[in-house]
């Protein structure tokens, strides 16, 4: 035990540094207000102030930093989309990944574990190779294996699934990895922070004002604040606030769940997706079986857990592993994804000036954390689309331009 | 929500049954692209009481209820008249 540590045994740890500064009242003017203090609000914050010396911003957040689907996923970083769009936005995002630890200085335990993607069908091994093709075009590492290779590969595997659905093959990911979510925002918090913006917890936003055309200011449950920019980063809640401004989405939520095990000893150094099954898992640091599956079959603006979930995700695993039949979950819960109709986000300027949305992440967005607030940054400092999310802006369904990305998104996040 | 009260054989267990959606309005006929995009991607994303399309499985029949989606309680059945405009005439 170090002495730094007993000499905060006895004297307790009031004189401590906080690791965010406690923010005062809120002020009558910010030049930005981003609203939701998860991922990507906090991302955003800190390239604002970092890359473009916009530092009178604040973030709203109505619970705790991080409290929302960044501290609930399951943390699978991957590039290997369906669509050239999609591939090179996420890849952009890995790379940044790469080295954001240093950059953040926080150990974000990031993981390089390879990422298989298994196929039980013809159908699914042509997406596999359809993927494959497209994600080496772009420059991503990813190949299709045979049978013989994933069984090798994946310990505690049963390639023939008890039967039912054997595994003929896989698409293999290299640079697929985890990461520690909580410590994705806490660090984006920090530096943003330490750059002077504002982090406001416990901090609702009820309303938007607009006049002429453009956003004038928020309305929160703590006052009203004036500002030029408003940056609706909430995820779950992006109908709610959309509704505000009267602008339409696509957007439907639905929960996602997930589970743990119990810990065991390290066996499985690599991420397996399994779509015909219905279920995705990794090992975490601490041993645990993390677990989750597509998401609930029906729209619910709520974070309950269902024992339903654990009971068809087990029935699936029991079949491809076997041995995790002796398994005990230990841990559920859940999110609310917002789903667009094709599986791709919906990020920039909209037909309300200075009104600028990043939504749609459904089940996929923790991996974006890092590219989404560098060009939301970018684009809102220069009020035009960064050309990386040309592609996801808000207008593709009325220009009948969608980014199909289901094929690459519904079960593996 | 984990029994679903069917209007075809009375409360079953909710995994019985498959999601259909909220109930649109019938396409309009020759739309401009837009009232397009709206029919066919559009929704209403907030909270709320919504109607929505559920099928039965077991029993073969598609009907509507009202719920609320916020608190998963299911309002009521709607009977078959009240959803008609939804059904586009051939
Ligand atoms: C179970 C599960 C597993 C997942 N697995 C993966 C995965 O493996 N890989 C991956 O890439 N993605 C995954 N995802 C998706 C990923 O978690 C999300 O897409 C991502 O975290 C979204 O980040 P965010 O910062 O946009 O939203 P959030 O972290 O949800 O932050 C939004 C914040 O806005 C706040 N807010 C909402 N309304 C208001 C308001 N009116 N005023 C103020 N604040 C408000 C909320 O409290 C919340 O904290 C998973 C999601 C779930 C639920």
Known sequence: MSLHLLKLGLKGTDDEPRFFPQPGELKSHYDVVIIGGGGHGLACAYYLARDHGIRNV????????????????TTIVRSNYLTPEGVRFYDAS???FQDLSEDLDINLFYSTRGHYTLAHSDDAMR??????????????????????????????LDPDCGGSQPVMGALYHAPGAVARHDAVAWGYGRAAAARGVELHQKTRVTGIQQSGGRVRGVTTDRGTIECDSVISMVAGSTPIITDMVGLPTPIEIFPLQACVTEPVKPFLNTIVVSGSLHLYLSQSSRGELVMGAAVDPFVL?????????????ADNIVDLMPFTSRLRVVRQWA???????????IMGTTPLSGFYLDAGWGTWGFKATPISGKTMAETVATGRNHELIEPFRYSRFRDFELVGEKGAASVGH | MKIIDCPVIGPRPAA?????GAVGAPPVEDPTPDQLAEHVFYRAGAPGVL???????????WFVLERNTATNDILRTVEPEEVAYAIPML
Do not use: C, K
């Open chain 1, 127 to 156: 997406t596999m190779r359809w993927r494959a093709e497209v994600n080496r075009h772009q420059g991503v590492e990813s190949h299709v294996v045979d049978r013989d290779y994933v069984t090798q590969a994946i310990p505690g």
């Open chain 1, 335 to 345: 999110g609310m994804s917002d789903l667009t109709p094709d599986f791709a986000p």
């Open chain 2, 51 to 61: 109607r929505e399309w559920w099928y039965h499985r077991p029993t073969g029949r």
């Open chain 1, 301 to 313: 603006h709520s974070t309950r857990s269902t024992f339903g979930f654990v009971e068809g995700l």
């Open chain 2, 16 to 20: 019985e049954f498959t999601y259909g």
């Open chain 1, 58 to 73: 604040a973030v709203l957040e109505q619970g705790y930093l991080g409290g929302g689907n960044t501290g609930r996923n």
């Open chain 1, 94 to 96: 890995l790379r940044l």
